[in-house]
């Protein structure tokens, strides 16, 4: 049998978590970057979006975020954009909730952006809820 090398495995790696909970300084856009939030996961490294400026993207997750940054759909990230593609974009950064609705308040998001509806989307609303719930008389649960 081989001899272990290394200093441990999968699951050491899996321990590290590089200061989770420390508040960290907010990231606003440069030049060359923009605001989105993500609609879906495709998988490879890749996810769809919606930035700022009405434009979805296919979104590149870059190395140093793989497989440490988890991203799921409704949530905030920055995007470097291409000048050679303009229907591709790169995630630099992911905002937490907390900072999201920073950025929402200091008016970097605009107002009909929702933070924390997971996949709802850009401007969705939500029609039908009403008919979710269904109303029994007394009669017809005595009858069950």
Same mark, same amino acid.
């Given at each position: 049998?081989?001899? &272990?090398?290394?200093?441990g495995?999968k699951?050491?790696?899996?321990g590290?978590?590089?200061?989770?909970?420390?508040?960290?300084?907010? %990231? @606003?856009?440069?030049d060359?970057?923009?605001? !989105?939030q993500? *609609?879906?996961?495709?998988g &490879?490294?890749?996810?769809?979006?919606?930035c700022i $400026? #009405?434009?979805k993207?296919?979104?590149?997750?870059?190395?140093?975020?793989?497989?440490?940054?988890?991203?799921? !759909?409704?949530?905030?990230? *920055?995007?470097?954009?291409? /000048?050679?593609?303009? $229907?591709?974009?790169? %995630?630099? @950064?992911?905002?937490?909730? /907390?900072?999201?609705?920073? +950025?929402?308040?200091? #008016?970097? +998001?605009?107002? &009909?952006?929702?933070? &924390?509806?997971?996949?709802?989307? +850009? /401007?969705?609303?939500?029609?039908?809820a !009403? $008919? /979710?719930?269904?109303? @029994?008389? $007394?009669?017809d649960i005595?009858?069950?």
């Amino acid at each position: 049998m081989p001899k &272990n090398k290394g200093k441990g495995g999968k699951n050491r790696k899996r321990g590290k978590n590089e200061a989770d909970d420390e508040k960290r300084e907010l %990231v @606003f856009k440069e030049d060359g970057q923009e605001y !989105a939030q993500v *609609l879906r996961m495709l998988g &490879n490294g890749r996810c769809e979006a919606t930035c700022i $400026d #009405g434009s979805k993207r296919l979104c590149h997750i870059r190395g140093k975020m793989h497989k440490k940054v988890w991203i799921a !759909a409704g949530d905030i990230i *920055l995007v470097g954009l291409r /000048d050679y593609q303009d $229907d591709k974009a790169d %995630v630099i @950064f992911k905002y937490m909730p /907390d900072e999201a609705r920073l +950025l929402k308040a200091y #008016g970097e +998001l605009p107002e &009909n952006i929702r933070l &924390n509806e997971g996949i709802g989307g +850009l /401007d969705e609303e939500d029609e039908g809820a !009403a $008919d /979710d719930y269904i109303e @029994f008389e $007394d009669e017809d649960i005595d009858k069950i």
